[in-house]
């Protein structure tokens, strides 16, 4: 007889996604973890091989976020002492995209905290990826700089950005009790802009905030109908100062079960290990790199990462290899959904947003 997992893989590889009832079943621990994660690193080895993708976040602007998202350092009325500070200069984040690059870094995120650029923001960003790029063509430029309005993605993606990070953190029916000054929609209007624009879409989520298995499944759901090219799954760091600071319910076995499911809703996409994973996962990190096929070196936004120098040697001694740049991200196999924009900037018909 076929087990869930089993049957949940065999979907994945045809790239159907699973039921409720089924993702229902391995949040809730209705099969063995073991099995889940084999399952799950059958789909990841399918697409991916056993390569991790390494990314770094180079934080341009710290702090002094007017949102009141409730499990950020930076959110209005946050007392962690976290560094803040104005943006940057490019050469700064030359710098540090430099020694990530040496380090393996193919993507570089360039983050900066508010609700959304301004003219002059999206400038400065302009500056940053010139520099990054005047050192290392080859290298990807994510931007996440909250929400983005007409004709932001557009001088993102003529700049030289790759990507745009945006994620949706939460189910829809949750988001309001998380964050009050922007809503979901909001969010996936972002994402919509980004895609359109031509820029790779980046969406994901943040765990341990409350939600039930029902809500994780919604999220997933939310997510697969956006079609991002990458999902990061972050997991609930409670910082001291910030509204869920004192919410400590993750465990190893739940995280990967999230991850599990994760991969057989994205099955030819990157699932990102994100922030939270030194804090939640602990010792079975390694285990997690048999579902995630990728994951950030090196520090957070207002976080510490564990050393780089340990996260290679972690992926080195779990049997996998580091990602080169000449390497493609995405499977051969996904080429065919690819479909060349020919709306929005740059031409006569609406973008589909």
């Known amino acids: 007889m076929t087990t869930l997992p089993e049957t949940l893989a065999e979907k994945a590889l045809r790239r159907e996604a699973p039921t409720r009832t089924e993702a229902m079943a391995v949040l809730g621990g209705a099969e063995e973890l073991l099995d889940v994660v084999a399952a799950g690193a ?5 697409f991916f091989g056993h390569r991790v993708k390494l990314n770094t976040i180079i934080n341009m602007k710290s702090g002094l976020c007017p949102e009141d998202c409730s499990y950020c350092s930076q959110r209005l009325g946050s007392r ?4 803040k500070y104005s943006w940057i200069p490019p050469e700064e984040a030359a710098e540090h995209a430099d020694r990530a690059v ?3 870094v193919k993507r570089v995120c360039l983050v900066a905290s508010g609700r959304g650029p301004g003219d002059r923001d999206i400038t400065r960003i302009e500056n940053a990826i010139a520099a990054v790029k005047g050192a290392h063509p080859q290298v990807e430029i994510c931007a996440c700089l909250g929400l983005l309005t007409d004709g932001q993605a557009e001088r993102l993606a003529a700049a030289g950005a790759h990507a ?15 964050c009050s000054t922007h809503t979901f929609t909001d969010r996936v209007d972002t994402v919509r802009r980004a895609g359109a624009a031509g820029l790779s879409p980046c969406s994901g989520a943040i765990f341990g905030m409350g939600e039930s298995d029902a809500d994780i499944v919604d999220l997933a759901v939310a997510l697969r109908e956006l079609d991002p090219d990458s999902v990061p799954v972050n997991f609930l760091i409670p910082f001291d100062g910030t ?12 995280c990967l079960r999230i991850l599990a499911v994760f991969r057989f809703f994205f099955p030819d996409v990157e699932v990102r290990l994100a922030g939270g994973r030194e804090i939640h996962l602990r010792s079975l990190q390694p285990l997690a790199l048999h579902l995630a096929n990728s994951i950030f070196l090196g520090d957070y ?4 990462g564990q050393p780089g120098a340990d996260d290679l040697r972690m992926i080195a001694d779990a049997g996998f ?18 479909a060349i924009r020919r709306r929005g900037a740059g031409s006569d018909k609406p973008a589909n947003a």
């Open 301 to 304: 936004l207002t976080s510490e």
């Open 42 to 46: 059958r789909v990841r080895r399918h």
């Open 164 to 178: 745009y990070s945006h994620n949706l953190n939460t189910g829809e029916e949750r988001y309001a009790g998380i």
């Open 321 to 338: 290899v580091v990602e080169g740049a000449d390497e493609q991200t995405l499977p051969a196999a996904r080429h065919d959904l690819v």
């Open 80 to 83: 962690t002492e976290i560094l």
């Open 102 to 104: 040496r380090a393996g």
């Open 243 to 254: 509204p869920l600071g004192n919410r400590w319910e993750l465990t190893p076995e739940r």
